[in-house]
């Protein structure tokens, strides 16, 4: 008896804390934090921001790395504005579904609009072919289609550009629409698997197919370089993507270097097939590590 | 809305498809084509238990529920008819990647309905015990096969087959409660099932004990024709019991909140218990009977199983079982006759019932009243020694303290608990888990018994219950095998030398030793725990030599 009364006194309280905190940090915490970072930056900036002067990216890195500020200062000189989109894992489909259709927007590109169809029908079949149930995908393709076909002008439905501002920052259409782009990019990583493989092995352990369910399908997965890739590849649309990042030249000379996603299909508009330096991609984007933002030529 | 009405629109393709082309197994009963689907964020269905495996021919009702942002987050899935599947808890929640957002599920919006209710049937016919919800049916699944198989086949006869419903008031089920759980002592097929139920029901102890009350006229029709084959029965009966209490344990330690607040809800259900006493009394003169007809057939088993000596682990460990069940069955029996004595076992309710154990079955046994008080005083002994022990890891000390305050305030609530400790897997689990409410004044002890320390408690509970098995082992086995009867001499002489300080002493390392290694074992496996009472024995037959 006195055994435990004596050593009674001993333990207890103090450990108690210490373990409640551990208990309550699960999953559901983690989750919590996520939405939370979420709301955070869903606060800072819209799915896709209003265009600044590429002067504004100079502020936001004046105490930064003087490489990274001679950069800019270069960007500045071929770029005239940059156009931030939301963090969110979603960046770059976001930032091409907004270039793209303001592109076509400003270009009013009938046949530009034709091809892209064609190319949408082709990724129908191929998520079709690839097993994907029809009520999965459609909704998207429809809601894309739709976007299309309000942005050229002269008909009922056309909308202004503030209206595809106005769309392009409401969810349930953005939402939509990235998730088109996710459905096309995974639909042409699975149909060209083998040529993806290598690719995908680098990125993750998994096979190309685990790789698309788990790393483009999902809404706020990043993307890589396969995805853009694919996403040109599947819908025959070059994309710029400058790289705003420390790295210099061994010469010791700073340049901002870029990269072309350049389709590999033949049937490019514009384009004498083989010679990929004629192709001015309409769509540049801006990458810094982790984000992709719109980018505007001079 | 326009949200809305795009998910409507997708509802509705979703849902065509799944009236015309459902997945395999799959139907939604409430639906026809015409239904008004826009009015519905909640569908019902129903899954048939795949061909083969230990669901087939049950239909389990599933409900699924669509979130505003369907498809870009998954929908809600439950089970609404009880289940024994690793996957799926309780409250029918379902542990499945594709019900969950990654990055910790694999939803994606490319998924839909007929996709998870298929991957739904798939989980029923390949659970996944690696990733389980369930922590003992996941042991089960993947060491104790059969009796996985056995529990979920009875579930689903038992849920899953239509008529399963029939609430009843409460405290007629709590009273009904009692006699599945003593039929189990026979060894009926039906009492893994039970031993299952008295598991969950701790957690839920109103749902479970209405189910209980539907069984517990045909458990008791069956104990009759099951006579025979107990013995065979039992051992796996037992063991399986065994390992459900440590997997038990483990989900008292995951989810200490629910525990807590579910012990709360026991407390409720074993006032009631008291109150009904005198009815179970009655019933429990009927049961007696057989009980200790079945008793002495079930004993011989294990001592001739301890005679063969350590041949065998799963021998061994069927003994401990059986050892370990019967103090409390013998309670019973004790406590039908001379109901003062169950009730005054206010700090040691096991030694008592080993004390009335070794009095009521071997009375013919060499035991005298002075061999036995000497005999007690050693397992007194012993608990303290594991408590000073606790003392060194500092946790349990405070829990064990508690526990003897609790046991010493509440006489009316021990004595439901002596009935409650006639199931084996709750004889050795009620003890931690019943502690805060004994000590409901120190309502903070429940978050520390049920966090941290809690598994080092238990393993010492464990180990405590084990020491009583060798005890008891000593004891019973004293007039039968020469060894044993040198060892148990060896024992007591110690003690009636008054050495027994010096034992205790030595006592606590391995004791402590033993703590740990049952902790950590029964984290790994069912073969974990029946080694790590293997060592206990190596262990405390060291000792023996030694003293």
């Known amino acids: 008896m006195q055994n435990q009364e004596g050593c009674g006194g001993g333990g207890g309280g103090a450990t108690s804390c210490e373990f409640e905190d551990w208990g309550s940090f699960g999953d559901e915490a983690i989750i919590q934090q996520k939405s939370e970072i979420s709301a955070d930056e869903a606060q800072k900036i819209p799915f896709v921001a209003d265009k600044e002067p590429i002067s504004a990216l100079a502020a936001e890195y004046q105490s930064g790395s003087p490489i990274l500020l001679e950069k800019i200062k270069i960007l500045g000189e071929q770029y005239a504005a940059i156009r931030r989109t939301r963090g969110d894992g979603n960046c770059f489909f976001r930032s091409f579904m907004f270039s793209y259709l303001e592109h076509i927007l400003d270009s009013q590109d009938q046949a530009e609009v034709d091809r892209i169809k064609a190319k949408v029908e082709e990724c129908r079949k191929t998520l079709q072919s690839l097993g994907y149930t029809d009520f999965t995908f459609e909704d998207f393709f429809a809601l894309f289609l739709e976007q299309l076909d309000s942005v050229l002008q002269g008909s009922e439905s056309s909308i202004s550009h503030d209206e595809l501002i106005i769309r392009s920052r409401d969810q349930s259409i953005s939402d939509y629409v990235v998730m088109f782009f996710r459905f096309v990019t995974a639909g042409e990583i699975r149909k060209r698997s083998e040529f993806f493989e290598p690719f995908v092995m680098g990125l993750s352990n998994g096979t190309v197919e685990q790789f698309c369910k788990s790393a483009v399908e999902p809404m706020g997965e990043e993307s890589d370089h396969v995805h853009i890739t694919a996403l040109s590849d599947a819908l025959g649309v070059p994309i710029r993507v400058v790289y705003l990042d420390r790295s210099s030249c061994d010469t010791g000379g700073v340049s ?43 | ?158 849920y899953a087959k239509g008529g399963a419903g029939g609430i009843g008031c409460s405290t007629q089920d709590v009273q009904t409660n009692l006699n599945p759980i003593m039929t189990e002592f026979r060894g009926s097929e039906k009492s893994r099932l039970e031993v299952s139920e008295s598991i969950s029901s701790q957690k839920k102890p109103w749902g479970i004990s209405r189910k209980l009350s539907l069984e517990s006229s045909s458990s008791s029709q069956n104990k009759d024709g099951d006579g025979e084959v107990s013995e065979v029965h039992n051992d796996h009966l037992f063991l399986s019991d065994q390992m459900e209490a440590k997997g038990k344990r483990k989900g008292v330690n995951i989810i200490p909140d629910e525990c807590n607040l579910s012990r709360d809800k026991l407390h409720g259900s074993r ?255 069912k073969d974990g725990g029946l080694r790590s009472k293997l060592l206990a024995r190596k262990r405390l037959g060291k000792w023996r030599v030694k003293a």
């Open chain 1, 256 to 298: 901002v270097n870029h990269h072309d996603f350049i389709p590999t299909t033949s049937d490019l508009p514009n384009s004498t097939s083989g010679s990929t330096q004629s192709i001015q991609p309409y769509i540049t984007l801006l990458y810094r590590p982790g984000h992709y933002d719109i980018l505007y030529p001079k």
């Open chain 2, 1 to 158: 809305m326009a949200q809305a009405a795009r998910l409507n629109l997708r509802m509705q393709k979703e849902l065509k498809l799944l009236l015309t082309d459902p997945p395999p197994g799959a139907s939604l009963p409430l639906l026809s084509v015409d239904s008004d689907i826009s009015s519905l964020s909640t569908i019902h269905a129903q899954i048939e238990g795949p061909e083969e495996s230990v669901y087939a021919k049950g239909i389990f009702d599933i409900k699924i529920q669509i979130p505003e942002r369907y498809p870009f987050q998954p929908p809600s899935v439950t089970f609404g008819t009880p289940i024994y599947h690793p996957n799926i808890d309780n409250g029918g929640r379902i542990c499945l990647d594709i019900l969950n957002l990654p990055p910790k599920g694999a939803w994606q919006p490319s998924l839909n309905i007929s996709t998870v209710l298929t991957s739904i049937g798939l989980l029923l016919t390949e659970p996944n015990p690696d990733d389980g919800l369930m922590r003992e049916a996941s042991r089960e699944y993947k060491y104790n096969r059969q009796a996985f198989d056995q529990k979920a086949r009875s579930m689903t006869e038992k």
């Open chain 2, 271 to 525: 006032r009631k218990l008291s109150l009904e006493s005198s009815c179970q009394i009655q019933k429990r003169d009927g049961h007696d009977k057989e009980n200790l007809v079945s008793n002495h057939s079930a004993f011989c088993d294990p001592q001739t199983a301890s005679v063969a000596s350590s041949a065998s682990s799963v021998l061994q460990s069927n003994k401990c079982s059986q050892q370990i069940l019967h103090p409390p069955q013998t309670t019973e029996l004790v406590a039908g006759s001379t109901n003062m004595s169950t009730k005054q076992s206010c700090q040691f309710s096991e030694k008592q019932s080993l004390k009335s154990l070794s009095s009521a079955s071997h009375g013919a046994s060499s035991m005298t009243l002075s061999k036995q008080q000497p005999h007690k005083d050693f397992i007194n002994n012993d608990r303290m020694g594991n408590c000073s022990t606790v003392a060194e890891c500092r946790k349990i000390s405070s829990v064990g303290k508690k526990l003897s305050l609790g046991y010493k305030g509440s006489t009316q609530v021990k004595k439901t608990e002596n009935k409650e400790n006639v199931a084996p897997v709750s004889r050795v689990d009620k003890l931690p888990l019943s502690t805060p409410q004994g000590s409901s004044t120190k309502r903070g002890i429940g978050g520390i018994l049920s966090l941290g320390p809690l598994t080092q408690l238990q393993g010492s509970n464990d180990n405590s219950s084990q020491l009583f098995v060798h005890a008891e082992n000593l004891s019973t086995t004293s007039s039968m095998t020469l060894t044993k009867e040198k060892q148990s001499n060896q024992e007591q002489a110690a003690k009636v030398d008054g050495k027994s300080e010096v034992q205790r002493v030595e006592d606590l390392p391995i004791l402590e030793a033993v703590i740990v290694l049952d902790s950590e074992d029964s984290e790994d496996e």
